[in-house]
């Protein structure tokens, strides 16, 4: 089970000792186990999933060969806030201060604590951050108005040019644009060449389907 990663015990900083496997290269992905498992839950699929992310499967504290400490009070060092914690700091001292986690059962619910608890582990902690700024949100609000008027004057202008450049549209097939639109046909009255489907996912096709959104678009540059 899990050739070619390495099995590793990782001592915090409050005595907390968690037992881990890491393997493979790229984005960094953690898995939690559940009840009553350990890290091995994911042997079988752990090594396909290292061919294109820098796997961390760890065992929860109290859990396969990481600390068992006393509950103390309340059974506090057994709450999800405090396995929650130790998972951050097991992918902080791997060099990974953002990272992607997949959980199931009880690794699950680690995970929502830790979305919680540490939110600048993932992406919309940045968006979140934008936002907050009053003037952001009235920018954004003024990039619809325009579309909504001054947008759709300047296009009515152009109405009989059509683009000389290849042009490939992606959409996600769950969306509302995938779901109530024919997205291509719109394109083709604007365009000479135009290619492109749609992906299984949903509005944000980057963050939702980043392999498949990376691989059409190494495939359309190359093309053109």
Not at 21 to 41: E, F
Request: with cysteine.
């Amino acid at each position: 089970m899990f050739d070619g990663f390495s099995t590793e015990c990782l001592n915090l900083d409050d005595g907390i000792d968690i037992h881990l496997r890491v393997g493979g290269a790229g984005p960094p992905l953690l898995l939690l186990h559940g009840y009553p498992q350990t890290h091995v839950i994911w042997h079988k699929i752990a090594p396909s999933l290292a061919k294109r992310y820098t796997v961390v499967a760890a065992d929860l504290r109290g859990y396969g060969d990481s600390s068992k400490p006393d509950g103390g009070a309340n059974h506090e060092n057994y709450s999800f806030r405090a396995m929650a914690r130790d998972q951050v700091a097991v992918m902080e001292a791997l060099g990974f201060m953002r990272f992607i986690a997949v959980g199931h059962d009880r690794g699950a619910r680690v995970i929502h604590r830790m979305a919680l608890d540490h939110p600048d582990r993932e992406a919309m902690a940045e968006y979140i951050r934008c936002f907050k700024n009053p003037k952001t949100i009235h920018a954004s609000c003024e990039d619809y108005r325009a579309a909504a008027g001054i947008d759709l004057a300047h296009d009515r202008l152009d109405l009989n040019r059509k683009l000389d450049c290849p042009l490939h549209i992606l959409w996600g097939r769950l969306g509302i644009v995938g779901q109530l639109f024919d997205v291509l046909s719109p394109w083709r009255e604007r365009a000479k060449h135009v290619s492109g489907r749609p992906l299984d996912c949903g509005h944000y096709l980057a963050e939702e389907a980043p392999k498949e959104t990376l691989t059409e678009i190494f495939e359309f540059l190359t093309l053109h």
